[in-house]
Structures are given as C-alpha cells and as structure tokens.
C-alpha cells in the first residue's frame, strides 16, 4: 500500500493517477473529509482508500502512515493571507513528528530546486528544514527539487487572452526549469517504486527552460493573438504580491523567494531527472479544459 499526501492537488493527483495504473494499491489522505466530496467520489470509484489526517496533528497523520509501506510527502502550502512561513514550518514539524515510529519503508518528499538554508525566504527554506528533517530520520528518503510548475501560469491563461499581457516578476529573458504536474507526478511515483537505494535529493526538470518571453509566446500559439510580458520591477514585488491579497509577511517571504531565484540562477541543477510534456503541450491542454 502507498500513502499519498496533498492528493487533490496538481502533483499528488498525477502520483495516485500513475500509481493505479500499475496497479499499486493506494491510500490518499485528506485534511477536510466534508470538502473531498467530488475527489472522495472520483477515488472511490477507482479502489482508492481514503484517510483523513492533518499535519497539525500527527497522531492523525502517523495513523494514516501506518496504512501503508511507503509515502508521498507534500508539506501543504499555506493560505497567503497568512503568515505562510510560519503555517508551512508548522506543516514540516508535523510531518516530521508523524514519521517517527511510523514504520514506513521508504518515503518520497517533494521539494523545491530552490531549497537551501536562511531566514523567511518561503518554500526555500522551508522545505530546506523538510530536508534535514528527513535525513535525520532511519526511513530511506528519496527527495525530488521540483522545479518551476508549468501549473503556476495557469490562472494567467485566461486573462492573457484578454488583455494580450503576461505579468510576471521574472526578467523577461531568464530561462527557468520548469516542468509540467503529470512529470512531477510520474517521477515520484518511479521513485516511490524503485528499490531502497534510490535516495537523496534528485532535481527533476522537463525537457527544456522556458524564459517568460517564451510563456507568452506559447500562450500567443495557444491563443491565437498576440501576447507580450509585462515586467513588474524588483522594487514592486512587495506591493503587487499585497496587492492580490497576500499578508505582509507572505508577501515579504515570497519576494525574498523570488529575489533568491533570480540572484542566484540556476547553474547548481546538475543531473536532473527529466520529464518529457512541453510547455506547449502543457497549456494546449490547460486551454482544451478551460485552464
């Protein structure tokens, strides 16, 4: 049995997805038993067993660990209109606690290329400290640096087509790693099959690096109108994260995030693993369901 977190959402929905289809039988978990209702439905229907736990408690979640042999661990992400760092540490301590005696065989973490020591530099940092909680534990842990999600530009798709505008904080010609939730999902699955000597951190990437540039090119061939980024300077960062509702400290953690990023580069991602769906293919499928 294989105990997958953060199910409902983009990257554990394609690890239950894969899993199934070779027949691995699953649990996922869930926070909110009353708000799984369409995805309870939808799992049902597929064999899927279904356990509800929350990393702000983990006698919950070690009793949903102890349902199966190996698991996906993905620390939820915090609402923004709340201290995210601190919501987020809480989560890692949570999952650290749960692990504990659990009596898994071997976990698989989701992290962040970014992931690296400091102070309130959002996912960076805190999944750094997931990391190191990991390593210090007896259970063999193998932990995938995601890249950026093809996911993240979603909700711009929409208006883009209407405005011919791609926001972004990103200088207009960096190319980024990115790769699509249905490759993140299928390496961890690999991962969470493969044999007890596949461990350690492992970077994942798709086939190429997109800079914004070329997003709004490939939202202007999915689209079929012209599309141009609109670059939001370093010294707005802070503002325009608060201005689409993020609290202060959300959105002093997350420019510090992005200032991390483009400061430091990417050089650093070395043998990565490697997905195959292209940005292209990507949002052409996010346009065919409507984004």
């Known amino acids: 049995m294989f105990v997958v977190m953060g199910a409902a959402g983009h990257v554990g ?29 939808r799992w049902r229907d597929q064999g899927i067993e279904v356990a509800v736990a929350d990393v702000n408690d983990p006698a919950s979640l070690r009793r949903a660990f102890d349902r199966g042999r190996r698991a996906f661990l993905l620390n939820p992400p915090a609402d923004t209109t709340t201290d995210t760092d601190k919501v987020e540490q809480a989560g890692v301590a949570g999952i650290l606690a749960a692990l504990k005696g659990s009596g898994l065989e071997k976990v698989v973490a989701e992290s962040t290329a970014g992931a690296e020591p400091g102070e309130r530099i959002g ?26 999600y093809m996911s993240n530009w979603d909700e711009l798709l929409e208006p883009a087509g209407r405005t011919g505008k791609l926001p972004t904080m990103l200088p207009a010609d960096l190319k980024l790693p990115m790769a699509a939730p249905d490759d993140l999902g299928r390496i961890a699955a690999d991962r969470l099959m493969s044999g007890l000597d596949d461990v350690g951190v492992r970077y994942v990437e798709g086939p190429a690096r997109y800079s914004p540039a070329d997003v709004a090119a490939a939202f202007a061939r999915v689209l079929g109108k012209p599309v141009e980024v609109e670059v939001t300077p370093r010294e707005g960062w802070r503002a325009a994260f608060r201005a689409t509702g993020f609290s202060e400290p959300a959105a002093d953690a997350y420019a510090r995030m ?21 940005l292209d293919a990507y949002l052409a499928s996010r346009a065919q369901r409507g984004a």
């Open 13 to 41: 929905s394609a690890v239950v997805r894969t899993l199934v289809e070779r027949g691995k039988k699953v649990t996922v978990v869930t926070h909110d038993d009353a708000q799984s209702g369409p995805d309870r439905a």
């Open 123 to 148: 996912d960076a940092s805190v999944l750094w400290e997931l990391e190191q909680g990991l390593n210090a534990l007896p259970i063999p842990a193998a932990i995938n640096r995601a890249p950026f």
């Open 258 to 278: 992005t200032e991390a990023a483009v400061d430091r580069g990417f050089d650093h991602m070395t043998d990565p693993i490697r997905g195959n769906i292209t």
